[in-house]
């Protein structure tokens, strides 16, 4: 029985991502270069960069709707960079509060973020599909904007506290939200390079938390928090509803205008495959949701896994303890800790450029894959260092540089794949229908694990020695490696629809390559038909 509801869908999906017979149907390759072609074919009147932007109007149009969303991962940033100079600042004698807060206080004001994460992302799930993924992207202005205006005119620890949670609910809805839009609105081709542009933004937030933080007073660097967050409060009223939802909606004129401003003219042969994918998911979703499908639990799992191995690279958690990290590495003068946490910052930071370029060119399984093996290498050079420092088996004495060597390079390594994928993963795997609340799983759970590798770290350091940590970093971005070789597909091009039919050619365990996948599920029957046929007709491919 199960094995007919499989072939069912696949029979569903085949119907909708193809014309009405196979002749008629354009191959992968002839949809990709007429995707990337449709703006060139326009005659351009006017020379030189305005001939390049009347030409990929549309291209531009997306650009700039994901720059716009991704600043919420920017604000995402300069809450995690913000409370290492506040800590500073508030445990001078006579700081910005009366009295010195006590370390139990401070260590609760930071824990406070990730309970907010944790809480957020499930109601968010709900009413995205309810009332759109727009209308939440501008509620996350305001939550922002009255957090830091209570922190600056409310100067106290209660106040932070509640701040502190405004700014995690905050980061719960945008890490559900931020890449199921950009996927959404995304053409296939750019996908993956507008999904990287949120982990490059979160670390220029990190970064601007701390340098703001090296020059300024408590209100000094709450005002310009505050500051950072208007031009995102005023960009975001002129971004569009995806398509995607939309059409979840039944307003296919709405959908049919957006994708027209956003592709240089609207691709009816795209327009089809979008309005007969997601008709396909809807339905889908009467017969199964995400905890009793095979396909997305296998799917949940894939992007549970990997974002839980980068948590325990300690990729988001190192940044946070550079003065640990650094005091337990060496006595060497080489900088001060705020200097060395700008230093980790900005490398990091550095290794999501190349992931922007590679993510669709060279795809996402083949990016994770080295991401993973470079955040090894640099992770057991590490614990090799720290094992021989800590254990006295020889003199690292003027030997310092070598951990800046090695912590930036598996953090830069990381940066590269392992800290973004899980983001772009969760936009792609999953069926419009199961899509957001996806996303929201992966978005409580992973803020439930960041807590673990948060407490982890110091506590592994002091206990054990700080050795260990990176020997745990090593062995799970090795896991993460093998797990991905066996099990991760590859999306790098695909519309939600091909992939989907992709997860489900596997789950019957159709043993094709990519391209042999695509043409055999072109040659299925029409909609509902003899499921045992159409498992033959595949065996035959």
Known sequence: MCASIKLEKLHLLSSFSSADSPASMPSSTDKFHSRTSHGSKQMCMVPGLRCYFQKNKGLIRQLLAGLTVSWTAFLNGVYLGWPSPLMEILSKPNGAFTGSPSERELELMVAALDMGTIFSPIPCCYLIDKFGRRPLLILVGPMSLIGWLLAYFWGSMTSLYAVRLIQGLQCGIANTIVPLYISEMAEPRIRGTLNTIPGAALNVGVLYGYIIGLFGSYDALTALCVIATVPYVIAVLFIPETPYFHLMRGEEDKA????????????????????????????????????????????????????????????????????????????????????FAVLLGLITLAGTVPAAYLVDRMGRKPLLMLSCALTALFAFAAAVYFYVR????????????????????????????????????????????????????????????????????????????????????????????????????????????EIQRRFVARAEGIALSEAEEDECAMKLPPFKSDATHTKKNLSAC
């Open 256 to 339: 049919r205008a957006i994708l027209d401003s956003t592709r240089d003219g609207l691709d009816e042969l795209e327009f089809a495959e979008m309005k007969r994918s997601v008709a396909e998911e809807m339905q889908q979703n009467l017969e199964t949701s995400l905890l009793t499908s095979p396909t997305d639990l296998r799917s949940l799992f894939t992007v549970l896994f990997t974002y839980v191995g980068a948590t325990f690279t300690y990729f988001w958690v190192i940044p946070e303890y550079a003065a640990l990290t650094i005091g337990r590495g060496t006595q060497d003068k080489i900088m001060s800790t705020n200097q």
């Open 390 to 497: 800590e254990k006295d088996l020889a003199d690292t004495s003027g030997w310092g540089f070598c951990i800046c060597l090695f912590v930036s390079g598996l953090l830069c390594s990381a940066s590269l794949g392992l800290g973004q994928m899980p983001f772009i993963l969760q936009s792609e795997y999953f069926p419009a229908s199961s899509r957001a609340i996806a996303g929201a799983i992966v978005s409580g759970v992973g803020a439930v694990f960041s807590v673990i590798s948060a407490l982890l770290y110091p506590d592994t350091a002091k206990s054990v020695g700080m050795y260990f940590n990176y020997v745990i970093s090593g062995v799970v971005a090795s896991l993460v490696f093998v797990y991905c070789h066996f099990e991760m597909l590859e999306t790098r091009g695909l519309t939600f629809a």
